[in-house]
Structures are given as structure tokens and as C-alpha cells.
């Protein structure tokens, strides 16, 4: 069903970081944040520079946002696919090439997808999903095919792109191809644990070893195909049921170079799978590779771990060979992270965005103690230096646990499994057409919650955390107008959220530094750090 969508602009924002270098950056990304529904976790964001609109996808509700010069959001429309009647996973996605909107739904043996070429005016339905693309944590990304490995349908619609829709049945993943625009997806095959065919995998005997959920596919702009695991190469196993047959193992990307006809698991050599968060990968125009995952050990097939720390690594070659893992969390004083998204823009751009908590435990359980807060890391300089700052931090966005291990969890006796899965799965982030971060999340922790530390974080508000100062990852625009310190307008149509109207703070007037109580700006010249954390539903 519809939800009317929420509004808020707070201009929240501590900068926490810095680079391993010892020079700082030019200036400090600042972003405002801004309330758009309720009771929605899993969010997906795309941007349509056509239309200069942001689609923002939670549940089965599609809101197109739009801003003013002001960082004012003038438009919060609900333009919802009126086919969207049921979801067990939603996703969304915007081919900015093309300026095609996707909205995908789950119904497990296959999906509710259409796709709007206006902005979610009207919406076309497709056949949803292609052979043996069943069950589980749905993903859809499209974008050009390869030069070399070009299929002979490529374009023969006069849709320029390809689609790609890809799912877990438990065991192994399995990703399908549509030339006609995502009207119909007939070609597929296995991207991982598949026994019978190891040699177009890696070189073990279960075709790649890999936990069964993976993450959010992308497609570079050589046209190769990236879907990100958060572990693979791991130990076989009875205990994970159906999240994972596979203990440890290392985060990886699953590459497919011929248009997801064949697909190939790489590996980053140093990294730590803890299973939970899914990983994320991005690319900048020069096609520079970059990888961010939850980093983190478990002791045993069912004791998880206590820390875990938010890290990425970099790629020349499509994942063949990588930068040794950076931390970008831990010297912050984090100690647990979550849902790790990246993206990128020009050559050397990029920026990872995570929740972070100076909490100390196993937080998928009862019991974990931390106030999670979302952050967002830059680098400017192809990766040799990261900025991150607390794009939340008089609002968290959760307190305690966070429930990622869904209903098929390490231990099903288990009664102290933490029960706040108010958060769902992942977040997700995009670029605008003057390359400002834009990172779609929920936040679960309203009205008392954000005072009281006793209180449960149970809520489920969908937010986006808007970039509105400092360098952009496009080299030609610098955002320069600071957030407004006006109380937020109410979007006609709409409600404001509850517990958060009026959440705002102010700002310095030189380089968009917020001036907070008690938190003074915090320069590291070692490298920017974010906590550890879990996923997966």
C-alpha cells in the first residue's frame, strides 16, 4: 500500500576525519538530511539527470524528490508503480544514461518489476525476472555492454543498454540479462557455487565457496559487471542454514566480462568476512575499481565477533589485484559498522558511506550497548587519502543491535537474537548531476530514542542525507551555499516526520563546519576510520 511521504531538512553534520598523508583536503563535505516515509527500511536511491530528480524506493512506495538553489526540498511525490501490490525484498535503480527508472518487488519466485522513462510518471511492467533467478535478496543494475563479448541481440530494440536482475536461492546465485530495456530478461546463468562448472568460477571445488547473499550489482562503464559478496573461498558448512553454506571466507567481487555469460570471483587478499553487512562496489570514469565492505572475523561457525571496522580497497584491473585493505573507520573510535555503500565519480573520486557506533560487541544480539550514527568518507585523491565525516550527529540513526541475520540466523534456538530488524538489509547511495552524495537510509531511532539511551530503536523512517557543501565528485562544481538554518518547510501533500521536525543545527559560517555542544572538529593525520558491524536478513 501507499504512504504519504515525510519531510524534514536538518542540517546535521559533524565533521569527524581526515587522511593518512597529513594534508587536509580542501574543505569538508556537509550534508542536510531529510525525512521522505515511514515505516520502510532497505532504501534505494537513483537520480534521473533528465529530470534533475532524485527516486528514492522503500517498501513498495517510489517518492521523486526534488531541491532548490537553497538546498530547500520543493518536491516529495509519491509516483509509486501502480503495480507494486506485494514485496518481500524492494529495490530500485536509475540508469543515468538512459534516464530508466526500475522498481523491482520480490515475490520470491520471481518479481514485480517495471520501469518508468519519466520520471515515475507511468510506469511499463516487465516479465520481472529471468530462468532460475528465484527466491531471495533481489538485485537490479543495468548499463552499456562490453566491446569484446557483445551479444548479437544487443540493441536490437533501440534500448542501448543492458539489464541485469540477479537472486539467491539459498545455496547459489544466478543473474539473468535483458536486451530489450528490462522488458524480458531470457538469458541467464550461475555467477557462483556452482560445483558442476568451477573453472568459470575460481579455483575451488564450489564454484567460488561464496555466501549466498551478495550485494548490489553495478556495471562499469567498459561494460563490465560487478556483483559484490561478502565472503568467498570459505569453509563448507552445515550451521549458516540458508544465509550462508560457507564459514569465513574473504569479500569479493564476481565479475563477469562477456555480458553475464561467464563470471569469475576475485577476491581481496587481507579482508575478513564476518557475515553480515552486504559489501559495495562503484567505479570512477576512469574505471578505477572501488570496494567497501564490513570487515570482520567470527570466532566460530556460531560465537560472532565483537569489532569489526569499515574498509575498502581499489582495483586497476576489474578486480584481478587490489590495494591493501583501508580502514577508514577504526581511528575515529569506532568499533562496529554496518551497511557499507559506495559510489564514485570522476577519476579518483569516491565516497563510503556506513553506520558507525563506539559500541563494543556481538550487536546481533541483545544486550549490544551503542548509538549508531551514519557516515560518510570521501576521497579526492584515488584513495590515498579519505575525509569522513558524522552526517548525523545529533540524531542517531539507531540504538543497541542491529537484526541482520533475518529469519534464517547462525542458531534458530537461539532467544537472545537481537529483535530490532527495523533496519532490514542494506541503504544505498547515488550521485546528482553536480556529483553532490546523496545516501539513502533508514533511521530507527525517533521521538525518545534520540534522548533516551534506554529507549529501543523500533522506528523506521526513511531519510536521505543530501551533500550541500565542499567538493563534489564531479572536479568541476564545489558546493558552496551551507544548509539553511530555517525550520523545515512543509511539502504540500505531505506530513512531517514524527519526532524529527525541527531537528537542526547550525553552522559555521567558513567551510560549512557545524558548530555542535561539546563536539569540537576532529583532524587525524593517520586515516580516516569507521566502526564494524552486521547484516543480512
Not at 520480490?106 to 511499463?124: K, V
Not at 553495478?218 to 540458508?242: E, M
Not at 542517531?396 to 533475518?406: K, T, Y
Not at 562544481?477 to 512543509?490: E, F
Amino acid at each position: 500500500m501507499r504512504r504519504a511521504p515525510l519531510f524534514l531538512a536538518a542540517a546535521g553534520i559533524a565533521a569527524l576525519t581526515v587522511t593518512p598523508s597529513g594534508a587536509a583536503l580542501p574543505g569538508l563535505p556537509t550534508y542536510a538530511t531529510y525525512a521522505v516515509g515511514a515505516n520502510s527500511g532497505e532504501p534505494s536511491i537513483g537520480y534521473d539527470t533528465k529530470a534533475d530528480a532524485a527516486l528514492f524506493t522503500a517498501g513498495q512506495t517510489t517518492v521523486r524528490m526534488r531541491w532548490d538553489a537553497k538546498n530547500r526540498l520543493t518536491e516529495a511525490k509519491d509516483v509509486s508503480d501502480p503495480d507494486a501490490v506485494t514485496s518481500l525484498d524492494p529495490i530500485g535503480f536509475v540508469d543515468q544514461k538512459t534516464h530508466r527508472t526500475f522498481t523491482s518487488q520480490l515475490t520470491a519466485a520471481c518479481s514485480l518489476l517495471s520501469y518508468s522513462d519519466d520520471a515515475g510518471a507511468s510506469w511499463t511492467p516487465s516479465t520481472g525476472c529471468g530462468p532460475a533467478t528465484l527466491l531471495d535478496h533481489q538485485t537490479v543494475g543495468g548499463g552499456p555492454y562490453p566491446v569484446e563479448g557483445r551479444p548479437a541481440t544487443a540493441g536490437l530494440t533501440g534500448y542501448p543498454d543492458a539489464v541485469y536482475y540477479c537472486a539467491q536461492n539459498g545455496f547459489s546465485g544466478t543473474c539473468a540479462r535483458s536486451d530489450d530495456g528490462g522488458l524480458t530478461f531470457p538469458f541467464s546463468s550461475p555467477a557462483y557455487n556452482v560445483p558442476e562448472s568451477p573453472t568459470i568460477h575460481s579455483d575451488d571445488a564450489y564454484g567460488g565457496a561464496c555466501s549466498a547473499i551478495h550485494g548490489h550489482l553495478r556495471v562499469d562503464h567498459a561494460g563490465i559487471v560487478y556483483l559484490p559478496n561478502k565472503g568467498c573461498g570459505g569453509v563448507p558448512t552445515p550451521n549458516n542454514l540458508t544465509n550462508s553454506e560457507f564459514f569465513g571466507g574473504q569479500p569479493a567481487v564476481i565479475v563477469s566480462e562477456d555480458a553475464g555469460t561467464t563470471w569469475n570471483v576475485r577476491k581481496v587478499p587481507g579482508s575478513h568476512n564476518q557475515d553480515e553487512s552486504d559489501p559495495s562496489v562503484a567505479f570512477d570514469k576512469a574505471n578505477t575499481v572501488y570496494f567497501g565492505w564490513e570487515d570482520g572475523t567470527n570466532p566460530t561457525e556460531t560465537q560472532l565477533g565483537t569489532t569489526s571496522a569499515a574498509k575498502v580497497s581499489i582495483s586497476h584491473d576489474h578486480g584481478k589485484t587490489w590495494t591493501k585493505p583501508y580502514d577508514v573507520s577504526s581511528k575515529l573510535g569506532l568499533h562496529n559498522v554496518q551497511f557499507p555503500e559506495m559510489i564514485a565519480g570522476d577519476a579518483g573520486r569516491a565516497a563510503f558511506a556506513f553506520l558507525g557506533t563506539r559500541g563494543i560487541g556481538d550487536d546481533q544480539h541483545l544486550g549490544f550497548l551503542g548509538s549508531w550514527d551514519l557516515y560518510v568518507a570521501t576521497t579526492l585523491d584515488g584513495g590515498k587519502s579519505w575525509t569522513t565525516v558524522d552526517a548525523t550527529p545529533t540524531d542517531p540513526v539507531q540504538r543497541g543491535c542491529i537484526d541482520l541475520q533475518g529469519t534464517s540466523n547462525k542458531n534458530v534456538a537461539d532467544a537472545r537474537l537481537c529483535n530490532q530488524r527495523n533496519l532490514l538489509d542494506f541503504n544505498d547511495m547515488t550521485l546528482d548531476k553536480q556529483g553532490r552524495v546523496l545516501v539513502a537510509y533508514t533511521d530507527g531511532c525517533t521521538k525518545l530514542c534520540v534522548t533516551d539511551k534506554a529507549v529501543a530503536s523500533r522506528s523506521g523512517i526513511s531519510m536521505v542525507a543530501r551533500q550541500v557543501s565542499g567538493p563534489t565528485l564531479y572536479r568541476a562544481a564545489t558546493l558552496t551555499t551551507p544548509p539553511v538554518g530555517a525550520p523545515p518547510v512543509k511539502v504540500p501533500g505531505t506530513t512531517p516526520a514524527p519526532g524529527t521536525a525541527g531537528n537542526h543545527s547550525g553552522l559555521a559560517a567558513t567551510g560549512g563546519t557545524p558548530l555542535l555542544a561539546g563536539l569540537a572538529l576532529l583532524l587525524l593525520t593517520v586515516g580516516a576510520a569507521v566502526r564494524r558491524g552486521r547484516t543480512r536478513a
